[in-house]
Each structure stands twice: as C-alpha cells, then as structure tokens.
C-alpha cells in the first residue's frame, strides 16, 4: 500500500489491534470510533469490533492521525459525534447508543480504563483458533449495571 502511495489506511481487524506495529509501516492511519464493524459481513455482538471510547482517544493519538465518523444518518448525529468524541472525551451512556453495530450491554461510565490498553496491542488473539483471552468481555461485563447489581446480591454466577 505504501509503494502504491495510499495516503491513509483505515485498519480493520486484526491490524487495528496491533497499533504500535501497524504504526511502523509509516502509513497514516485513520480510525472510525463510532462503528464496531463496517465491512458488512455477520458478527456476534460488536464487542470485539474496531470501536473506540470517546474518553480512550488520547491513548490512540501516537498511532492515528485522522478520526472521522461514518453511519451518520443527518448532520445532526455527526455534530453529536464531534461534540462527544472531540469536545467533550466522554460518553456516560449505553455504549450500543453510541457505536454502531454493538450489540452488547454496558454503560460507558462504568468501563474499566485499563480496557483499551489491554485491546490497543492484544493482537486481537481472542479471535485466533486455539487461542483465549477474556479481557474484553470481562471488563465489559464490569460495565452492565445488571450485571454488577446481580453479582452484588448473588443472584448470578461469578464472572466467566
């Protein structure tokens, strides 16, 4: 892509979880925080998809240089978009409100800040055959109100 003189790569999985490396190519690189998934084909929940929490940016400033939002149906929920990711660097929220295709429960002020760092390089080994990381869905687990007011009073089983 480089050779071909591409002057900016929009990353998709797996590479979007390999940052630092992905960033060495020399390429700019450009992230769509607002979408878990954008090339149409059928996934799970979203979870494990190339989103971006408004309060998580900074952490990807040494990687990306273009942040732009896609899915926005009116000019009006781009506006919204900016004003969250880039004014305000936070969403308290439901976070499937807030990305497109993500489909799973938790509330965005409830989000553990170790969990981008623990996705900015993981290499997304959570989707490799034979391999098995939890980090992702435990601390997103961590965020469901239900899911902490059920483990609070023993209702449910422990956390997977």
Not at 119 to 132: F, W, Y
Request: hydrophobic share 35%.
């Amino acid at each position: 892509m480089k050779k071909l003189g591409v002057e900016y790569v929009h990353l998709g999985a797996p590479l979007f979880f390999d940052m630092e490396r992905a960033a060495q190519v020399g390429v700019p690189i450009r992230a769509i925080p607002n979408v878990a998934y954008a090339d149409g084909l059928p996934h799970d929940n979203g979870l494990y998809g190339c989103w971006i929490r408004p309060e998580d940016l900074h952490m990807y400033e040494p990687y990306v240089q273009v942040i732009e939002f896609e899915d926005c149906a009116n000019y009006k929920r781009e506006q919204a978009m900016y004003r969250i990711y880039i004014k305000g660097n936070g969403w308290k929220g439901p976070m499937e409100q807030l990305i497109t295709n993500y489909d799973y429960p938790g509330e965005g002020r409830m989000f553990n800040p170790n969990f981008t760092a623990a996705r900015l390089n993981c290499g997304q080994i959570c989707q490799t055959p034979g391999r098995t990381c939890r980090i992702c869905k435990r601390l997103s687990q961590l965020a469901d109100p239900d899911v902490i007011t059920d483990y609070a009073t023993h209702k449910k089983e422990p956390l997977d």
